[in-house]
């Protein structure tokens, strides 16, 4: 039997320039990153995300519609060169993702990220951790992540002392499992692999950073607006999460949250919960698009 394109769909003339408008709100990031990466210049704010998460760039630059959208096609019956990806089809002069194409595994991936999404939207958030896990992190100086390009802007001392008087509540896998040896067992929790269903909640930055890892792996069902979305929100939680941790940034223009006083706290956990205010209907974007393409 043939697919059936989606009833809503946008005309070609439409499509072209909503492809145009995205690469030049994509090359926006992913320009200057070529030219650091080219010279040999990283940024630790910026370049992160193209390294924790290593998605090639034209990931971000290469437009693609979402599940549930046709785009007019009349030039040929062959997919367009941006549209090889092996799960678009053309019907009826219609182009448009065909979710009858995915493998069951690919299915099921698809299934436990929307699992995943919903479990951590349904969760309480936590405004309580106060961005120490990039303290723990250099606990007792034996391993610092980020010593070759940022130095720290605290004695040693002063770290490992903050990081003993203050309770650890890390929810997050990713983050928890580059904690110090030492500082490990000071966190309240002890997230692994097997519970991130289980303990990933929507306070996190972590969490609402990896939306953007989320909606890569969902590509190109979920479209490359929601994905460029996801990906600059986490480029303002990681200016958040460096700003708050016991790095130097002043060589890139950032101010501390100096999370080691009162005040500091109360200024990280109020931008903590605005960016999870600006997460959550990403997620619930994100939810919606992995529903109807696994449906």
Partial sequence: MKPEPPRSFL?????????DRHFARATRHTGPARKRRDHGEPHPVEDFLFQYYPYPFALLENWHPGCGVAL??????????????????????????????LAPKERDRLKWIHDLLVGTRDRAPNFACHGLHEWAMVYRGKEVR???TTPLRLPQAEIDSLVESRAICCSHHDAFRFFAQE?????RLQPTLDRRAELEQPGCIHANMDLYKWAAKAMPWVGS???????????????????ASPYDLSAWGREPVRIETAE?????????????LKAAPMRERLILGLAMTTE
């Fill in 72 to 101: 007019e096609w009349l030039d040929s019956p062959s997919l367009p060169a941006r549209f090889t990806d092996r799960h678009y089809a053309i019907e009826a002069d219609r182009l448009f993702l065909d979710p009858s194409r």
């Fill in 11 to 19: 005309f070609i003339s439409g499509w072209m320039e909503l492809a």
């Fill in 183 to 187: 500082a490990r067992p000071m966190n």
């Fill in 264 to 276: 500091g706290r109360r200024l990280y956990e109020g931008e903590q919960r605005r960016l999870a």
């Fill in 225 to 243: 607006e929601l994905l460029l979305d996801c990906f600059e929100l986490a480029i303002e939680l990681r200016d958040l999460d460096m700003r």
């Fill in 146 to 148: 980020h010593e070759k």
